[in-house]
């Protein structure tokens, strides 16, 4: 059974800094890209992060978040830097149904139970 749990979020000044991580077991992690998404109250999931061999971001996070995988730990993160008040919602990690990143949601097949971020302003 696969299971990826996400933790590190809570509440944060407009400014600050988190980091999310995700861990998971069930699968061969290093088979599968891992995926970070956000959703905020009243609007759609969001992608936020990527990662394979490389990393892809959202354009409202590039530069101000770092996603990155530890294979050895099962571990995936989410370093959020500069967060915004807009930056406020629930952080969901992903698995991906294959090796690429995607910032596509119906390509990810397992998906974690969310973890609350609220920044402050």
């Known amino acids: 059974q696969v299971q990826l749990v996400e933790s590190g979020g809570g509440l944060v000044q407009a400014g600050g800094s988190l980091r999310l991580s995700c861990a998971a077991s069930g699968l061969i992690f290093s088979d599968y890209a891992m995926g970070w998404f956000r959703q905020a109250p009243g609007k759609e999931r969001e992608f936020v992060a990527a990662?394979?061999?490389?990393?892809y971001y959202a354009d409202s996070v590039k530069g101000r978040f770092t996603i990155s995988r530890d294979n050895s730990k099962n571990t995936v993160y989410l370093q959020m830097n500069s967060l915004k008040p807009e930056d406020t919602a629930v952080y969901f990690c992903?698995?991906?149904?294959?090796?690429?990143?995607?910032?596509?949601?119906?390509?990810?097949?397992?998906w974690g139970q969310g973890t609350q971020v609220t920044v402050s302003s």
């Open positions: 992903a698995a991906a149904k294959q090796a690429r990143g995607t910032s596509i949601r119906s390509e990810y097949r397992f």
């Open positions: 990662i394979d061999w490389t990393t």
